[in-house]
């Protein structure tokens, strides 16, 4: 009984292309790996998201909690149609993004969190899952919300979103659209990467998602010691 209860419970998936995955070379030179990542790789991910809860800068507290609300209800089946990418230095998590396809022609836009801060990293992040979603997926719009005025910042005017009326599926402020001409109108300005990915780069971020230290990710939000605080 509980297996047939658990098949009911488990929403239908619709079929998704896979992302192909590219590397961004950063200011400092280094090359990030940005990747789509299945469920197998939550676990790990909801360790390297944990230390954010006690971060009330620029809302990293919420945006941690949320996504790893996320994660969890994708990785026990409990959300419909979600993708999550990763970004990888040398195999060390970066950053995480994940949006869930209300619809074939519909995105929502969950969240960004950036674990490494100064390199545009979010931004870079948030680019590529906007990829996905228009270039892969071929949706014709996504919506977006923001938790922080940062977020405010970096999607809405940067990329000059479109208002809506209604709610986000996250609740919050005023929903706002990015839609397919809008996409596009950005893209050379802030969509990065070259593909292919080079074998040896590509072999090390698959080979081990390495998560920093607490003490380490705490250092690179806050941008100062723990101890210092």
């Given at each position: 009984m509980d297996m047939e209860l658990e098949a009911y419970l488990r929403p239908p998936e619709m079929p998704m292309v896979p992302y192909p995955p590219k590397v961004i070379t950063l200011a400092t030179s280094g090359k990030m790996i940005v990747r789509?990542?299945?469920?197998?790789?939550?676990?790990?991910?909801?360790?390297?998201i944990k230390p954010t809860f006690e971060v009330a800068r620029d809302y990293y507290d919420i945006v941690g909690v949320r996504l790893y609300a996320e994660l969890l209800g994708w990785y026990r089946y409990r959300v419909r149609d979600e993708f999550c990418l990763v970004g990888q230095i040398d195999g060390l998590l970066v950053g995480i993004v994940n949006t869930r396809c209300y619809s074939p022609e519909l995105g929502m836009s969950l969240h960004t969190l950036a674990i490494e801060r100064g390199l545009r990293i979010?931004?870079?992040?948030?680019?590529?899952?906007?990829?996905?979603?228009?270039?892969?997926?071929?949706?014709?719009?996504?919506?977006?919300?923001?938790?922080?005025?940062?977020?405010?910042?970096?999607?809405?005017?940067?990329?000059?979103?479109?208002?809506?009326?209604?709610?986000?599926?996250?609740?919050?402020?005023?929903?706002?659209?990015?839609?397919?001409?809008?996409?596009?109108?950005?893209?050379s300005r802030l969509v990065a990467g070259e593909r292919p990915v080079p074998l040896e780069l590509m072999q090390v971020a698959e080979r081990e998602?390495?998560?920093?230290?607490?003490?380490?990710?705490?250092?690179?939000?806050?941008?100062?010691?723990?101890?210092?605080i």
């Amino acid at each position: 009984m509980d297996m047939e209860l658990e098949a009911y419970l488990r929403p239908p998936e619709m079929p998704m292309v896979p992302y192909p995955p590219k590397v961004i070379t950063l200011a400092t030179s280094g090359k990030m790996i940005v990747r789509q990542v299945d469920r197998d790789a939550v676990p790990i991910l909801l360790e390297a998201i944990k230390p954010t809860f006690e971060v009330a800068r620029d809302y990293y507290d919420i945006v941690g909690v949320r996504l790893y609300a996320e994660l969890l209800g994708w990785y026990r089946y409990r959300v419909r149609d979600e993708f999550c990418l990763v970004g990888q230095i040398d195999g060390l998590l970066v950053g995480i993004v994940n949006t869930r396809c209300y619809s074939p022609e519909l995105g929502m836009s969950l969240h960004t969190l950036a674990i490494e801060r100064g390199l545009r990293i979010g931004a870079h992040l948030f680019a590529a899952k906007m990829e996905y979603s228009f270039e892969y997926l071929r949706q014709e719009e996504v919506l977006i919300t923001a938790e922080s005025p940062i977020g405010f910042r970096r999607w809405m005017i940067e990329y000059g979103l479109e208002k809506r009326d209604g709610q986000h599926e996250l609740g919050g402020a005023t929903p706002y659209a990015l839609t397919r001409e809008l996409y596009f109108r950005n893209k050379s300005r802030l969509v990065a990467g070259e593909r292919p990915v080079p074998l040896e780069l590509m072999q090390v971020a698959e080979r081990e998602i390495i998560v920093a230290s607490e003490e380490d990710i705490l250092e690179k939000i806050l941008g100062v010691k723990r101890r210092e605080i």
